[in-house]
């Protein structure tokens, strides 16, 4: 079975200029997770769908962050206008969703950098 | 809103012994899970136990055991006959019964000596 993937796995950027990163879940996943893990914290969520319904996005800074998840399966997330404070990785997770099928499988997540 | 709390940001045990990491967490709802995950320098996060907290009886997997405490809201890891494989990150995680929202706690780093 396939994991989680993403791309890219490095970018860097200037401060101000966009981002945009993918996420493909395990087939079959119906629930999907953003985080934001700064170095040396724990992630952070910033956004999780069920199927391409949005369940939380409390924590997704709105004035420059956007996801969506269309078709209820791939995912982008993305950044604009980038800040330093935006530095960090990137993860996404998935899972079958349900009560009992809650098991986050995370992908290798995608480090950026701002400069 | 949901809060998990690690105390010990680093740990260290010798290779063959037991440490515990522990965690406290805050919820208003009855039902829930808890993870404990692994995360290697530079590598994937991975699970390494999960516990249902309508069950009274504590997780085991193979060298990994908790102490699950609902009355205290804690939730701690410990893993006996530790090995150099081990040393890592250990994030403690909470996952909501009824929406599945997600929080984790700021990890543990785990240094495990020949």
């Known amino acids: 079975e396939a994991g989680v993937a993403q791309s890219p796995r490095y970018k860097i950027i200037e401060k101000r200029q966009s981002v945009a990163f993918w996420c493909n879940p395990i087939s079959g996943h119906a629930t999907l997770y953003w985080y934001q893990q700064i170095l040396g914290q724990g992630p952070k969520l910033l956004i999780q769908?069920?199927?391409?319904?949005?369940?939380?996005d409390s924590q997704l800074p709105k004035d420059r962050f956007s996801a969506e998840r269309l078709k209820g399966v791939d995912s982008t997330l993305k950044i604009q206008p980038a800040k330093l404070e935006d530095s960090a990785v990137y993860l996404c997770?998935?899972?079958?969703?349900?009560?009992?099928?809650?098991?986050?499988?995370f992908g290798p997540g995608t480090r950026l950098t701002v400069l | 809103a949901q809060t998990v709390t690690q105390s010990q940001p680093e740990m260290s045990v010798q290779e063959a012994e037991t440490v515990t990491l522990s965690c406290t967490y805050d919820t208003s709802e009855s039902d829930y899970y808890l993870f404990w995950y692994k995360q290697p320098p530079s590598r994937q996060m991975i699970l390494v136990i999960r516990?249902?907290?309508?069950?009274?009886q504590n997780a085991t997997e193979n060298r990994f055991s908790v102490n699950f405490q609902k009355a205290a809201k804690s939730f701690s890891l410990k893993i006996s006959d530790s090995q150099l494989g081990d040393a890592a990150m250990y994030f403690c995680a909470y996952i909501g019964w009824s929406a599945g929202k997600s929080t984790f706690g700021d990890g543990t780093t785990l240094t495990v000596k020949p």
């Open positions: 516990q249902e907290a309508y069950k009274q």
């Open positions: 997770a998935s899972s079958l969703g349900g009560r009992n099928y809650n098991e986050q499988f």
């Open positions: 769908f069920q199927n391409n319904g949005v369940v939380d």
